[in-house]
């Protein structure tokens, strides 16, 4: 146990003394980013204190120049770096001296209650599924993320959106499982509306492990924790039709950079379309503060971060792009499931089903 | 032949002749709507005669309002009507007498050269399929549409999106084939940049039957008829990087009703914005210049129409949900397609890919 967790846990054990783990040298925008995000997330969670791992040297100027992080932070140095472009399966063999290894084993040592990377996706999910390992009953974690909705919260929660290209019946299961107790555990939704997500909504519609899926999925709700709505389509996914949207990776991380692809074309379409004359600039003036509420509305950065289920840990994977904002959203999440101590909750959640009949 | 058919071919043989087949009984709207866009659509093609497939008397109501259209459509009854929720398979026993059949056999039957339909979709694929067959080489057909992006042209064209839920390694490079092709010969794009749809740009990434795609159509691509540009992940779906974006047409239905439903959700949190206040409103009359011109790039309306690649035969999809300007969009394109004798130049391609050795 570190300096920093021993004298939380021996002087103050109240459940805001929250520690997070964070990745410093993951993300396209370096270290400095990341510890700007640590300092925008502290002002906003005063208790929470930080594990930041990565080059120590680096590390120690940066947060030098901030005396409000000097108190609430520990560096652990990691000398080695997982680049956006290694393989899952080389990070695994050659990371252990990685910054991201680092983050990962401060959540596995009970050091921290969550660990926040920017680092490469499929590198993070491979350490994550060796060091934390899998709770039981689940064979595929899962990656779930916050998706801009018409739904009261303002998002929807979609899984998986890219752990694993497949997913069999019993996985969409127990990402149904997982989707909902995250959305009443993580964020207090009561009776979350799950939905699978198909190309269309009727029964006969869909690859047969899709209503094989639809099966299970129906069977397992007589505890009435939640709602399944059915089959949802594409056009569902920010609609308040459904709060969870069950899918395979493969799907979901399509749909996901689609969405994303699609929200930015429109951005820079209107920003260009409010350049085209002298008296659109007029315009565009006149309409600043509901363009700015409908910017801050649809703002990707606010709601950024993916949450690894499955495991015996929280890990959150920020936007490889994310700024300090996006970064500091990330690390809000973390100190947010830490608090709902949400991750023992799931486990609890998807152990009972498991029990209850359904095998995997 | 129809009479109308036997006049045009008798009297004006030349390419501007063109009959299309116009199913008056699908779609949300009902068959004003139809007749509506036929009237906008023959406005902008005054040589394009019609043939309005669906319930006589209801149709001569509605073209008899209109003198234009009086002289350049023939009615023809059929009894039935297609509904949105009846399965392929009973469409393709007890749809004889519908007004989707008939559409599809005065393309099979050569009085018109291209057929229109805001039918279920579904159905409209197995009547095709079963009235005009296959071209030699196509095992799985495909339904193409037009993407707003940020390319020259404006749009990109993605297949297939939902003519099959399924699509193995030969299937995806005829896709890629009748995709360039449908982009060259329908839109004169020369050297189309194809992209395969996936996870990830990297080649070690994604499900099996894409890597084996991936083979197979940098293979395929030696007398240089399109630049194949590998992998591409679904926020290069609007972008310039790519004009034609290959996938199963289960990923291609998900991503293209997530593209729809993000667009939609942006429309309706812009103009949540404008409304906001009392100011805003005020902002709103000063930006209705740049928001109308914004509104008119992204409009799905004016790039309406899921096109069915790999049949005898042009087929176009109009949105169920069109009105009368997407129907005469839909329209359009069908008069477009015929004009460019597409249909042919892609049959013509797909054999002689057959014939260079791969097979299906």
């Not at 063999?93 to 983050?103: I, L, P, Q, Y």
């Not at 040592?109 to 060796?130: F, R």
């Not at 509305?297 to 959150?316: H, Q, S």
């Amino acid at each position: 146990m570190s300096e920093l967790a021993k004298r939380i846990s021996s002087t103050n054990p109240n459940k805001s003394n929250i520690v997070i783990s964070v990745d410093a040298m993951g993300g396209d925008n370096g270290p400095s980013a990341v510890i700007s995000g640590i300092e925008m997330a502290a002002k906003s969670n005063p208790d929470v204190k930080f594990i930041i791992n990565g080059d120590k040297s680096k590390l120690e100027k940066l947060v030098g120049n901030r005396k409000n992080l000097n108190k609430i932070c520990e560096i652990r140095h990691s000398p080695d770096v997982i680049s956006m472009n290694d393989k899952p399966s080389h990070a695994m063999r050659h990371g252990k001296n990685s910054s991201m290894w680092g983050t990962i084993d401060a959540v596995k040592d009970k050091d921290a209650a969550a660990a926040v990377s920017c680092g490469n996706t499929g590198a993070l999910m491979a350490i994550s599924m060796i060091r934390l390992r899998k709770i039981p009953g689940v064979y595929r974690p899962a990656i779930a993320i916050l998706w801009p909705s018409a739904n009261a919260l303002g998002f929807n929660f979609m899984l998986d959106v890219g752990a694993d290209i497949r997913a069999d019946a019993p996985d969409l299961l127990k990402y149904a499982l997982m989707g909902a107790s995250y959305a009443r555990n993580g964020f207090g939704l009561k009776h979350p509306r799950v939905g699978l997500l198909n190309v269309g909504t009727e029964e006969h519609k869909g690859r047969s492990e899709l209503k094989e899926a639809h099966d299970l999925i129906s069977e397992s709700n007589e505890d009435g924790e939640y709602e399944y709505v059915g089959f949802v389509e594409g056009n569902d996914i920010p609609s308040d039709r459904v709060d969870v949207i069950v899918t395979d990776g493969f799907t979901g991380n399509i749909a996901l950079k689609t969405g994303e692809g699609t929200a930015s074309m429109i951005g820079t379409a209107m920003r260009e379309s409010f350049k085209a004359t002298w008296f659109s600039r007029l315009g565009a003036l006149f309409a600043i503060v509901p363009l700015k509420r409908f910017s801050r509305r649809i703002d990707p950065r606010r709601k950024n971060g993916g949450v690894f289920l499955g495991l015996n840990g929280t890990v959150v994977k920020s936007h490889g792009a994310a700024d300090s904002t996006g970064i500091a959203a990330a690390i809000n999440l973390a100190v947010q499931l830490a608090e709902m101590r949400f991750n023992e909750k799931l486990a609890a959640r998807v152990a009972s089903a498991s029990i209850d009949g359904e095998s995997n």
